[in-house]
Nanobody, 127 residues
Framework: QVQLVESGGGLVQAGGSLRLSCAASGRTFSMYAMGWFRQTPGKEREFVAAIARSGGSTAVANSVKGRFTISRDNAKNTMYLQMNSLKPEDTAVYYC????????????????????WGQGTQVTISS
């Protein structure tokens, strides 16, 4: 089992940047494909980005493509989400998630595939 803790959220103006981190503890981090999702009140959890176990494959939602970058450092048991050119519509609680038992190159955008979730970090973008 893995435990996930997000950090790096906050309040920034539109056009600004934030870097979210997801620190993992427990089982070997490189065994997990990882993802970022976000959620606003009354809406379903939305896929943002995913990264394969090895870091060699990534996927990014169209809504954030060209602005957000996902990465991981398996030696530090940490995943990152670099968010640039932030917009008010990016305001949400951001969650990191882990999926076990996938091939080293696989990435998935479906929340139901992920077994482990962090507690979330609030990101608020002011206009």
């Amino acid at each position: 089992q893995v435990q996930l803790v997000e950090s790096g959220g906050g309040l920034v103006q539109a056009g600004g940047s934030l870097r979210l981190s997801c620190a993992a503890s427990g089982r070997t981090f490189s065994m997990y494909a990882m993802g970022w999702f976000r959620q606003t009140p009354g809406k379903e959890r939305e896929f943002v980005a995913a990264i394969a176990r090895s870091g060699g494959s990534t996927a990014v939602a169209n809504s954030v493509k060209g602005r957000f970058t996902i990465s991981r450092d398996n030696a530090k048991n940490t995943m990152y989400l670099q968010m640039n050119s932030l917009k008010p519509e990016d305001t949400a609680v951001y969650y990191c998630a882990a999926e076990l038992g996938v091939r080293p190159i696989d990435v998935h955008s479906t929340a139901a595939r992920y077994e482990y979730w962090g507690q979330g970090t609030q990101v608020t973008i002011s206009s």
